[in-house]
């Protein structure tokens, strides 16, 4: 009888763990979406200062602080004044994990845009990091980056994190997704 109970009382001990986890997971997947659906907006509406809150501070630091980042981006964002982004959705959390105290996850999104008459479609990623698992700062893969020069630019990066490759088609959104296929970094 005695050996029942323990039994019993392991079971409860066990899922009180795992459910816990999942409710830890729960929180932080909602809060990485609402923060990359936060700083879609923004970015939809061109607030670049306002913008600079969402992006990683190393990021920040290496354009000369916020300021310099903001006048980046404004010089950057001049491609782009032609360009109608008609769709833009987030996809998957791909990883999700805490390491050194921080959490770090790689979010999925994709993209539909008219420029110059032409139809662009893709997909692109985002490496989000987070102290307290609610404020989030995000670092987009760009199409030509590699998987050395980002960990040189955030060498804290998780070594188990497969960064996937974003990629660029003209086509619309519904035919790019027929054949997408996710793709990783060298």
């Known amino acids: ?46 607030d670049w200062k306002t913008y600079a809150a969402y992006m990683n501070p190393i990021v920040i630091e290496m354009l000369g602080g916020k300021d310099g980042f903001v006048k980046y981006l404004q010089e950057q964002m001049k491609i782009l004044d032609e360009a109608d982004v008609q769709i833009y959705k987030v996809g998957k959390i791909l990883q999700l994990l805490k390491i050194n105290g921080q959490y770090q996850c790689v979010v999925e999104s994709f993209l539909q845009m008219k420029m110059n008459g032409m139809t662009i479609s893709g997909s692109s990623y985002d490496i989000a990091t987070s102290v307290d698992g609610v404020k989030w700062n995000f670092f987009r893969i760009t199409e030509t980056a590699t998987s050395a020069q980002i960990k040189e630019i955030f060498p804290q990066l998780s070594p188990e994190f497969k960064l996937p490759r974003s990629k660029m088609e003209a086509k619309t959104l519904e035919e790019f997704m027929t054949t997408y296929e996710l793709q990783y970094l060298d």
Do not use: C, H, P, W
């Open 1 to 46: 009888m005695k050996m029942k109970r323990y039994f019993i009382l392991l079971i409860v001990i066990v899922f009180s763990f795992e459910g816990k986890s999942q409710l830890d997971t729960l929180f932080l997947n909602k809060n990485i979406y609402t923060s990359e659906d936060s700083m879609i907006a923004i970015f939809k509406r061109k």
